[in-house]
Every structure is written in C-alpha cells, then in structure tokens.
T-cell receptor, first 114, second 117 residues
C-alpha cells in the first residue's frame, strides 16, 4: 500500500454532468499529479500540482481542472462530461517535484459516463 | 515530445523460466525510465527506475532492467518467473531536462505478463 487514498472508488455519471474526484497524498509528499487510464491503455498525464499551483499539464482541455489544498490533498474536477471521459482516474503523490523519484499511485476512481 | 513503445501486448512464460518484457523510448534529453506493475482493478506499483549510473538496475520482487542508450531500450527482466508475477506491466519515461517532472510521465500501453504453472 502506498498511503495514497482516492474517493470515490466507483461512480456513474451522465453526459453533460460534472464530477469531483478526491485524493489524499502520502504523508510527507507535497506534489500530486493526476492521470487518466482508459480501458486497455496506459495512463495519460492530466496535470501536476506543487504548493497549491498547477505547474504542468498534459494534453487535456480546460474542462479538466484541479485543486491542491494546504494539507496537499487534491481534487480533480471534470465539467461537461463526455462518453470518452469514462476511465480509471489515478492520483499520484511524490516529494518535491516528481524529479528523479518515483510516483506513488492510489487505487484509482473508476468513472463511467452514460 | 517523449514516447514509449511496448511492442508485445502479451508475454507468456513458464514458471521458473527467465522473463523479458520489452520497452523502447524516445526523449529529447536524458531519459528517466521507470517500470510499474498493475494488478486487476488496482493502482500502479513502482518496480524500479533508471536515472543515471549503472545500466543494470535492480528493483522490487527480484525484477531488474537493463538500460541500453544506443538501442534506446529499457527491458524488464527476471531470472526465474513466478505465477504471482502475472500482471500488467508499464514502462514510463520522463525527459530529465524538464523542470521538476512537471511534464509528467509518459507511459506505454502496457504488456500483459502471464506466467503458466
């Protein structure tokens, strides 16, 4: 176990709705990143937060947004859900920037959009 | 841009035999390379990494990986496979020149490793 916890584990939404996913980082980690893993694919980088600011972003539209709180926990918000947003969303924490170190992943939140 | 290729969707190995899971990469600068394992309906677990130094890297659960700069490869290996090694394996890369990992990791599509008793 990595100490990174995510909630909820599963959820179902309909197209056009909004969703918020939550993540608690491993103790001592101040950087959090989010990844989307579609079925049968590798994880894709959404964005990274360091000291409550987004400091890196992958190829995802602005309707994917996030927050990092002073206790280093984080949220991923997705607006105007589309069918293709159905995926496993993984949160990963690390110390300082990801740098040379490994990421510690949570178990993920599986989102189904109908 | 950085990319990772895992050419095999599935690798089948008999228990006790050596295993290899292949990975090739492309980055502009120095590669930081990682292997992760994923069990069904679970998150990713870190196995090992190459940043610099010795080309043979040892990691968790008896796994090791060999960095080959000329072939831009980072193959995962284990001398003797166990049935419990059966899982989905991901290779990932980051450009060492990007600031603080803010570009994230780029993952391959994954390779299913099946160890037959």
């Amino acid at each position: 176990e990595t100490g990174v916890t995510q909630s909820p584990t599963h959820l179902i939404k309909t197209r056009g709705q909004q969703v918020t996913l939550r993540c608690s980082s491993q103790s001592g980690h101040n950087t959090v990143s989010w990844y989307q893993q579609a079925l049968g694919q590798g994880p894709q980088f959404i964005f990274q937060y360091y000291r409550e600011e987004e400091n890196g972003r992958g190829n995802f539209p602005p309707r994917f947004s996030g927050l990092q709180f002073p206790n280093y926990s984080s949220e991923l918000n997705v607006n105007a859900l589309e069918l293709d947003d159905s995926a496993l969303y993984l949160c990963a924490s690390s110390f300082a920037w990801a740098g040379t170190g490994e990421l510690f992943f949570g178990e993920g939140s599986r989102l189904t959009v109908l | 841009a950085q990319s990772v290729a895992q050419p095999e969707d599935q690798v089948n190995v008999a228990e006790g035999n050596p295993l290899t899971v292949k990975c090739t990469y492309s980055v502009s600068g120095n590669p930081y390379l990682f292997w992760y394992v994923q069990y069904p309906n679970r998150g990713l677990q870190f196995l090992l990494k190459y940043i610099t130094g010795d080309n043979l890297v040892k990691g968790s659960y008896g796994f090791e990986a060999e960095f080959n700069k000329s072939q831009t490869s980072f193959h995962l290996k284990k001398p003797s496979a166990l049935v419990s090694d059966s899982a989905l394996y991901f290779c990932a890369v980051r450009d060492g020149y990007s600031g603080g990992g803010a570009d994230g990791l780029t993952f391959g599509k994954g390779t299913h490793l099946i160890i037959q008793p």
